[in-house]
């Protein structure tokens, strides 16, 4: 079988599906490769670097998708290539389920299987394949790193002859693996953190790496059966603004990752709430393609609002693409692994497998 996978839209995405480090593992299963022209060259890995590993390199996307059997992606193929793929190929991605359902299982009626890995079920066998968590770890750190880096002040406290400076005030908004990462970071850079969520469970989690958790009075446990998120109750809502309005006073950066799959972002930081901030603080947040959890972030700009700056880019992950590629090929591979019967050389769409059943767009 062939496995091939082509060039992104590098004005959205920097990440590739398949790196120099993974080639030889899809070698021992029995796949050939094949790449399109310039494949990573964007990260620093020429062309040379994948032929010398016995991928074979083709000009074009069309010649790609022509000689594939199993088409590996991050992002959704753009309406031509969709198209052109044929009965048979099977297209592995995050193909942004949810949006695109409609269109994937009228081309899925031509044979074609296509699996998306937001769907993944959370269950242990799939954790090895669970690209959520794997680019949500990088998301929250550098989430961190980049509030950090607009902060105009030191991070961690200092003791000087001169005086003392206090340590910054960081607040994580959602406590799922972005917002768990986002938390040692910022410990680990002298911070003081603190955390709010709306799963019951999470307390422990954040406690457990430092961070002092934001209770809720008389909240419930808002979490579904996969281990994600659901939406809270208006009451909720209302409880938890008052809490953050009042502790944002004294914070200096927020972090916000919370997130429901398929839905908006649920909007926690409002204006009236920023207007209470100190001027040169910060709020970074992740959940900006979704809407935003702040009612002032727009998409790929720097707001600055009273002296405080919204930041919310796009994808955040385009600044870390060789550390993301390198995660999200493995969760492929792995992926790809389970769904290959090597015996008959084939791809096997076991249905009693939870994994495969989850993911199938059918």
């Excluded at 603004?241 to 916000?256: F, G, H, N, Y």
């Excluded at 709430?273 to 992740?286: A, V």
Aim: proline share 2%; charged share 25%; with cysteine.
């Amino acid at each position: 079988m062939i496995v091939g996978s082509l060039t992104e839209d590098r004005n959205f995405e920097q990440r590739i599906a398949i790196t120099p480090e993974i080639i030889k593992k899809y070698k021992n299963l029995g796949f050939d490769i094949v790449l399109s022209k310039g494949y990573g060259n964007h990260l620093g890995i020429n062309d040379k670097e994948f032929s010398d590993q016995g991928v074979n390199i083709l000009n074009s996307s069309e010649e790609v998708i022509s000689k594939s059997d199993l088409i590996l992606q991050h992002n959704i193929l753009n309406q031509q290539n969709l198209k052109a793929m044929k009965e048979g190929q099977t297209l592995i991605g995050v193909l942004d389920s949810y949006k695109n359902e409609e269109q994937l299982k009228n081309l899925a009626k031509n044979n074609i299987n296509f699996f998306s890995l937001e769907l993944l079920p959370r269950i242990t066998r799939a954790q090895s394949m669970d690209i959520l968590s794997s680019q949500a770890n990088l998301a929250g750190y550098k989430a961190v790193v980049d509030s950090f880096a607009f902060f105009k002040k030191a991070v961690p406290m200092m003791m000087t002859a001169a005086g003392t400076i206090s340590a910054a005030r960081v607040l994580v908004v959602g406590a799922g693996v972005a917002g768990l990462q986002a938390i040692a970071t910022a410990k680990r850079m002298g911070a003081v953190v603190f955390a709010t969520d709306v799963r019951a469970a999470s307390k422990e989690q954040v406690e457990s790496l430092g961070g002092k958790f934001l209770t809720v009075e008389g909240s419930e446990n808002l979490e579904t059966s996969g281990g994600y998120a659901k939406e809270a109750s208006e009451d909720f809502k209302k409880k938890q603004e008052d809490l953050l309005k009042k502790s944002l006073e004294k914070i200096d950066i927020v972090i916000c990752t919370a997130l429901i799959p398929g839905k908006k972002a649920p909007l926690i930081i409002k204006k009236n709430m920023i207007e209470n901030m100190q001027s040169g603080s910060i709020i970074y947040d992740l959940a900006a393609t979704q809407g935003g959890n702040s009612e002032l972030t727009k998409v790929d700009e720097i707001v600055d609002y009273n002296g405080v700056k919204i930041l919310g880019e796009r994808n955040i992950l385009n600044k870390l693409p060789i550390s993301s590629s390198n995660l999200y090929s493995k969760n492929l591979f792995n992926f790809v692994n389970n769904l290959y019967d090597k015996e008959n050389n084939n791809i096997k769409i076991n249905l009693e497998d939870e994994i495969i059943k989850n993911t199938l767009i059918k």
